[in-house]
């Protein structure tokens, strides 16, 4: 294992990423308290696929980017809960009505 200092990590990247490619764990400290694992990211790191058909573009929907909103059918899954919650929600027209609700659930 190899630590270094965030100035030396700068200076010599590539050096240290050869040293992770070849299978060497690489520390990079920031200060007294703070330290960064460099490590290669894999296949097995990604988030799901998403097939052509179902992508879009998170950032029309979500300010954050977030890559659950790059599907189109968790939106439409969303969408359809908020419609819902919306019908029962016009069904609540008393306390009373909100605590059997809320005691159903």
Sequence with gaps: ????TSREFRDNQKKYFDMVDNKEQVIVKRSKHRAYKIVPVTDNDMLIEIPEEFRCDPYEISPSGDLFWADKRNVEIVKRAIESKDQVADKLSSADDIKKFLNNL
Excluded: A, D, H, L
Aim: charge should be positive; hydrophobic fraction near 75%; charged fraction near 25%.
């Design 1 to 4: 294992m190899k630590i270094v």
